[in-house]
């Protein structure tokens, strides 16, 4: 920006020197002398055609001013819009996974966790996931239509009966728990996490829809 701001001062500066030597030329090198006149090209220049020096510079001020005013304008938009973003983001509910543990026994693997409410309360939480049917899930029941508070805790477990001849690869393959709540003042969130196998386990941020 400064460096744009730089190239609007050289331009003002061409300009207003290229009108200040027409202004010399027209009043003071051929002022006295008989040229003959070509429609408006005539010189001396006229100024009922072409105005005067102050008419053009008061064209160029008002010009600039409008830009300066424009400029303004945007910088205080986003000025604005990032404010907006600074109070909403402190109202962000924010879930955290915690206490990942996993076994693996006779080719029964589980994995449990917490998910933990790490800043500011939510409500309406609704929690689902895409897992496939040989997949068993364990979540938590929560009362819709409640604000759970800062600190909330949520235990969930991840079970799957493997079969013998294979074995357990920890690669994501789409797995996902969908968690999606409001905050204090209603906006909608979503937050993602991916199974990837055994204890991994990954919690995207947060995101509004």
């Known amino acids: 920006m400064k460096n744009f701001d730089n190239k609007i001062l050289v331009i003002a500066a061409v300009i207003i020197g290229f009108f200040g030597g027409i202004a010399f030329v027209n009043n003071w090198l051929v002022l006295n002398k008989n040229y003959p006149k070509v429609g408006m090209f005539q010189i001396p220049f006229e100024a009922d055609v072409w105005g005067t020096v102050s008419d053009w510079a008061m064209l160029i001020v008002a010009a600039f001013t409008a830009y300066y005013l424009v400029k303004t304008f945007r910088e205080q938009r986003i000025i604005t819009q990032l404010e907006q973003k600074r109070f909403l983001d402190s109202y962000l509910p924010i879930l955290e996974v915690n206490n990942v ?27 689902s996931h895409n897992f496939p049917d040989n997949f068993t899930i364990a979540i938590p029941y929560v009362v819709k239509n409640v604000m759970l508070a800062k600190g909330r805790k949520l235990s969930f477990s991840i079970s799957l009966k493997l079969n013998p001849v294979f074995i357990e690869i920890t690669e994501y393959s789409g797995n996902t728990i969908i968690f999606e709540y409001q905050d204090y003042l209603g906006n909608k969130y979503q937050q993602y996490l991916f199974f990837l196998g055994s204890d991994n386990v990954y919690m995207q941020p947060a995101f509004r829809i």
């Open 101 to 127: 543990s996993y076994t693996n026994i006779q080719s029964f693997s589980k994995t449990e966790f917490d998910i933990i409410i790490k800043s500011n309360s939510l409500q309406n939480l609704k929690i």
